[in-house]
DNA sequence: GTCAATGCAAACATTTTGCAACTCT
DNA sequence: AGAGTTGCAAAATGTTTGCATTGAC
């Protein structure tokens, strides 16, 4: 799972997306701060509503749409990643301050495991330049059976 | 692209659906057969809407509904892949035959480009081994600039 | 004849949008 | 002051479901 992340890359992180912001004429508004704040603070992935569930547990009252909207900066700029677990809803993820990662999913149980996109990231540079096609991202995972479910099945 | 398939291929793929509903106790009716036809004679990623369009324009009348429930079908016995390219409809393609490959997509222009999986399926398993994982399938996607919007936009 | 499949329309879940009121800068 | 932002509710999208009718085996 992503890691809770020092407050010092959060303040990090608002320093970038208020020069995002500002780049495009746009403006550092208290919901967004507070969303981006909310999205840091979250060591898990999470859906859209989930997100505004937890903000108004803790009495921040934001609007859904507003959730949505700026999400969607924040995927633009970078700080948050789109995951896309099951054909349903988009999961988010932020992804600022941590080593660039993938998922396996199993199967059965769902569980989520994380690791390091190093050798990934290596393997689609050179896929990418046999179709001199400049890669910038990529989305990656490993669907199967974890250990218990696979012991589970077998047994 | 999935490249056009032999009609030889299609009849095994008739086949392997066939035996997969009887195993089930389900019915091989005209509309699956239809369905599975149309969508072996796509060579294109396609969406469930498209699909639908698809076999009106060619008189094969079908309900949604059952475009839907089939496609579910054949993800299942493994004759259809779900593939996300958006956040929003499922994209299929048809892997019956076909050599696996994985893709990349154009962030401007949208463009697919497909490439062997060979090289991803053994990163894949090495990763998995390591977690104790076991690898059954995986969704691979490379997110960039093709080499025409790449020219374009350093121009 | 039985049990499953179909088609339709209504239901559903998620996300987007229009608009009047509001707020950063 | 003015352009962008908010929240709400309505709309839109893509997909699923209930049910009476139809069809495969």
């Not at 550092?28 to 859906?47: N, P, Q």
Request: glycine residues 6%.
């Amino acid at each position: 799972m992503a890691r809770p992340v020092s407050e010092e890359i959060i303040r990090t992180a608002e320093n970038v997306f208020r020069e995002f912001l500002r780049d495009r004429g746009l403006k550092y508004t208290g919901e967004r701060e507070k969303i981006l704040s909310a999205v840091m603070h979250t060591d898990e992935h999470f859906e859209a509503e989930e997100l505004l569930r937890l903000m108004w547990q803790e009495s921040n009252r934001v609007g859904k749409a507003t959730v949505y909207r700026t999400l969607k900066l924040l995927v633009e700029c970078g700080i948050v990643k789109e995951v896309h677990f099951s054909n349903k809803q988009v999961h988010y993820e932020h992804t600022y301050g941590q080593d660039p990662h993938d998922h396996m999913v199993c199967r059965r149980c769902g569980r989520i495991i994380e690791f390091d996109a190093g050798e990934v990231v290596k393997l689609r540079t050179v896929i990418a330049a046999h179709a001199r096609f400049h890669a910038l991202s990529h989305r990656f995972q490993i669907l199967g059976l974890c250990e218990v479910c696979r012991k589970a099945s077998s047994g």
